[in-house]
C-alpha cells in the first residue's frame, strides 16, 4: 500500500528557514517521480518542484528555485525539502506526491500526472 507522509511544517518568520521531509512507503523512491505542490488558502494547488525516477533530474519552478532544494535518501525511502530565504507568499499546506508510473525525464509539476498524496503540513511564514 502506497503511503506518504510530510513532516516539518510549522511557523517561521520571513527570511527563515524549514526542512520538510516526506517518508514513502509501499514503493520504492528511486524508481519513482516525486514531487512537492503546495496550496495556499483560496488558491489552486501549484507544483514547487519534482524529481524524476532514475534519472535524478530535478526540476523546480521559478518561484523558488535558488531558494528551495529537493534532496532524496533512499536507504531511508525519505524526499525532503529545504526551504530558505522564505516568504510571506510561500504560506501554504505542503504536500508530496508519487507519480508510480513515470518514465524517465519525467519533469512534470502538473499536480494531475500524480497517483498518490500525503495529508500536507502547514508552512505559515510571518513575522
Known amino acids: 500500500q502506497v503511503q506518504l507522509v510530510e513532516s516539518g511544517g510549522g511557523l517561521v518568520q520571513p527570511g527563515g528557514s524549514l526542512r520538510l521531509s516526506c517518508a514513502a512507503s509501499?514503493?520504492?523512491?528511486?524508481?519513482?517521480?516525486i514531487g512537492w505542490f503546495r496550496q495556499a488558502p483560496g488558491k489552486e494547488r501549484e507544483g514547487v518542484v519534482c524529481v524524476s525516477p532514475s534519472d535524478g533530474k530535478i526540476n523546480y519552478a521559478a518561484s523558488v528555485r535558488g531558494r528551495f532544494t529537493l534532496s532524496r535518501d533512499n536507504a531511508k525511502n525519505t524526499v525532503y525539502l529545504q526551504m530558505n530565504s522564505l516568504k510571506p507568499e510561500d504560506t501554504a499546506v505542503y504536500y508530496c506526491a508519487v507519480a508510480t508510473d513515470a518514465d524517465p525525464p519525467f519533469l512534470d509539476l502538473n499536480p494531475w500526472a500524480y497517483d498518490y498524496w500525503g495529508q500536507g503540513t502547514q508552512v505559515t511564514v510571518s513575522s
Open positions: 509501499g514503493f520504492t523512491l528511486d524508481g519513482s517521480a
